[in-house]
């Protein structure tokens, strides 16, 4: 079983920050991908940052010099530290991974969280 676990949601005021982390735990041989989601009410849900296991990193255009990712590999826990919140950055964030829980296995499997709040008033 694998399990992902976000926490570090919350509400803040506009211009505020909040660092979101997820956290890998079960049995996982190895991740590829790490991925924040995140889903505003009564819209898709979008790529907000994702970084890979090398540590190359993207971002939506609409958080860009705003929001940052890092990883721990060894901890298999990854983070969004998000700065200069916006109302419009209010959602329910999603973390993800593309990961194998066997060695012989060759296709990664992408596996999420339960997602956390994140509320900014203005």
């Known amino acids: 079983q694998v399990q992902l676990v976000e926490s570090g949601g919350g509400l803040v005021q506009a211009g505020g920050s909040l660092r979101l982390s997820c956290a890998a735990s079960?049995?996982?041989?190895?991740?590829?991908?790490m991925n924040w989601y995140r889903q505003a009410p009564e819209k898709q849900r979008e790529l907000v940052a994702g970084?890979?296991?090398?540590?190359?990193?993207n971002y939506a255009e609409s958080v860009k010099g705003r929001f940052a990712i890092s990883s721990d590999n060894a901890k298999k826990t990854w983070y969004l530290q998000m700065n200069s919140l916006k109302p419009e950055d209010t959602a329910v964030y999603y973390c993800?991974?593309?990961?194998?829980?066997?060695?012989?296995?060759?296709?990664?499997?992408?596996?999420w969280g339960q997602g956390t709040q994140v509320t900014v008033s203005s």
């Open positions: 993800s991974a593309d990961l194998r829980t066997r060695p012989e296995f060759n296709t990664w499997f992408r596996y």
């Open positions: 079960g049995n996982i041989f190895a991740i590829n991908v």
């Open positions: 970084i890979t296991s090398s540590g190359s990193s």
